[in-house]
């Protein structure tokens, strides 16, 4: 049996040959830790805009926009700018997280946690 490290798994006892049934994983590593999942560029994976424009970016660019995000996030939910934080990638990720790190440590040494940025 395959076990699914994530909040959700499918019930397969349920399986009818139509539709799977999920239910939430007891065992799942989400209920100690938190994690947030970037398909980037625009476009990539699930990602979207309305705005044509949003769709080419180089790689700098991209490592800012990201980090503007985290930090908007991080100040609506200030309950989690005590946690340890790990970036991670794959694929073209490989390129994009020491630039997106980079900015992290440079905002961090600059004390820019802000609602400027």
């Not at 040959?17 to 994976?45: C, E, K, M, Q």
């Amino acid at each position: 049996m395959y076990v699914c490290p994530g909040p959700l798994r499918f019930r397969t006892d349920a399986y009818n040959d139509t539709s799977l049934t999920l239910v939430y994983n007891p065992h799942s590593w989400t209920r100690i830790s938190s994690i947030i999942f970037l398909d980037w560029p625009i476009g990539a994976g699930f990602s979207f805009s309305q705005n044509a424009e949003k769709y080419t970016s180089d790689d700098i660019h991209s490592s800012k926009e990201i980090y503007v995000f985290l930090k908007q996030w991080l100040l609506r939910y200030p309950r989690f700018l005590s946690n340890p934080a790990y970036v991670g990638g794959d694929s073209y990720g490989g390129k994009l997280v020491p630039l997106v790190a980079k900015e992290i440590v440079q905002g961090n040494e600059l004390g820019q946690l802000d609602q400027q940025h």
